[in-house]
Every structure is written in C-alpha cells, then in structure tokens.
C-alpha cells in the first residue's frame, strides 16, 4: 500500500464499534461521505479490529475508544506495528478525551453521535493527508498514552464469578484464573486447580474484566497477565504463552503480539 493510497479510486477501511445501532450508522454515513471508500471489516470488538487490520492493512481504522477487551487504543497501538499506513480516527462519546489530545494533527477523532458534517470535514482531512508524511509509532504511541492518561475510569470490574465444575458450583476470584477460552456459548474458565464452565460469552465477558489485568491474546483466549511465565515468538511472528501454574501453552494470534513488544 502506498502513501497516497487514500486519494486513489479505491480506499479501504476497518470500522470497530461495539454498539451495534451506531456502527450501523457510521457506515451509511461512510458511504454517503465517501462513496468510494470500501468498508473491508465491521467488527463490533477490539480484538477482531486488530486481526481484521493485520489482514487488510486499510488505509483508515475508525476506532471506537471504548470497547470490550481491547480498547481503540489499544488496538491503534497494535496497528502502528500491522499496517503503519493506517490512518487512525478515534470515534468516542467523550469530549475530554480529544480537544487537547488531537491538537498535533496526528490523527483525528468523531465525537458520537457522529454528524455528517463532522465526518465531511475529517474525510477532507485524510485525503489531504494520505499523499504527505503519516505519523511515526512513537508520535501515535505518545498521543495514545496521553488519551489513556485522561479517560474517565471505566465500571468496577469483577471481582468474583460463580462457575460450573460437573454437579457443584464454585466461587472464583478472578484474580485466581489464568485463562478464560471460548467454548461455543459458553467460556472455560482455567485455574490452577482445574477447569469450570462459566454461563457468559467471553465477547461479554471482555467489557467485565479489569483491561490491566486481563488481555485478549486470541479471537477465543483471555489471559491473566499475572499468570503469565514467559512469551515466545516464532519466526511466522505468532507466540506461545507459558503459564506459572498450568501445563499447557497458549497461542498468541501474530496481531496481538504487539501488546507484549515490552514484556
């Protein structure tokens, strides 16, 4: 992909927004604003954004700030290493994460609810920067450290949860497990003392975990970073997780390594 890849007929973007109704409508606007522009991926969660970037290397990323697992920052930073030609815009319903933030130009941000207007003037923007010099990782990392630095605190995370193990039911402190996997509808919840079965799907259980604590390392893997003993890497760029109180390793998708680059 070059430079000037955005004034061509046939840009690509990946939108990310966990709200369905306004992801919905962000691409129609899209379409209206930019008629050429190609929407290559929709997702509604951060880790799908950062493998569907990594697979279509788009010209823009619209980020939502705020989504379950990884947060649009988090996904921005994984993507300056992915596709470093990707052209970031935060999308977010909080003002005081941007006014001061964006004030280098490094990339831009939408205010939701995301008027057409607001989208005109911001895809005026990226045209006119897509022949000219993008951001370099150190730029779009110190701009991502100072949004992280100002965002309003999010929920109380959990701090317990009630799993199936056979016939019982027990109580676990989150701090206790080292993985939670997918499993159909359902989430397997891995501690040192065994496996459970927990009722909620882990794209739910994203939004419930404490994001300092807990990483999305694969479409269906979460990780308790405390429970990590080593990362690996081969040569293809996918990694392997060792636990400190489990046997089995864990496969780290090539995208999400990213956020172990200073582990």
């Not at 697979?55 to 921005?76: C, K, N, S, W, Y």
């Not at 159909?184 to 919840?189: C, E, L, Q, S, W």
Request: proline share 5%; hydrophobic share 45%.
């Amino acid at each position: 992909m070059s430079p000037d890849t955005v004034a061509a007929s046939n840009p690509t973007c990946v939108i990310a927004e966990d709200e369905e109704i306004l992801r919905t409508a962000l691409e129609s606007l899209l379409r209206e604003a930019w008629p050429e522009l190609s929407i290559v991926a929709s997702c509604d969660d951060g880790g799908s954004a950062v493998e569907a970037i990594a697979e279509h290397q788009p010209d823009v990323a619209f980020l939502d700030i705020r989504m379950p697992g990884l947060t649009g920052l988090e996904v921005a930073s994984t993507a300056a290493e992915a596709s470093p030609l990707t052209q970031v815009v935060f999308v977010t319903a909080y003002d005081q994460y941007a006014i001061d933030a964006f004030d280098n130009g490094a990339v831009d941000y939408l205010l939701k609810p995301v008027s057409r207007e607001r989208l005109d003037a911001t895809v005026q923007r990226l045209r006119a920067r897509a022949a000219g010099a993008h951001p370099d990782a150190a730029t779009l990392a110190a701009l991502i450290r100072r949004l992280d630095a100002t965002r309003t605190p999010a929920s109380t995370p959990l701090s317990w949860i009630t799993a199936s193990a056979g016939k019982d039911t027990r109580l676990i402190l989150v701090e206790d497990v080292a993985y939670f996997r997918a499993d159909n509808k359902y989430t397997t919840v891995m501690t040192a003392e065994g496996e459970s079965l927990l009722r909620t799907p882990i794209r739910e259980l994203l939004g419930l975990l404490d994001p300092a604590m807990f990483k999305q390392v694969h479409r269906s893997t979460i990780v308790n970073l405390k429970a990590i003993a080593s990362i690996s890497r081969d040569d293809s760029g996918r990694g392997a997780i060792r636990l400190k109180q489990r046997p089995e390793t864990l496969a780290v998708s090539q995208p999400f390594m990213a956020l172990f680059r200073n582990m």
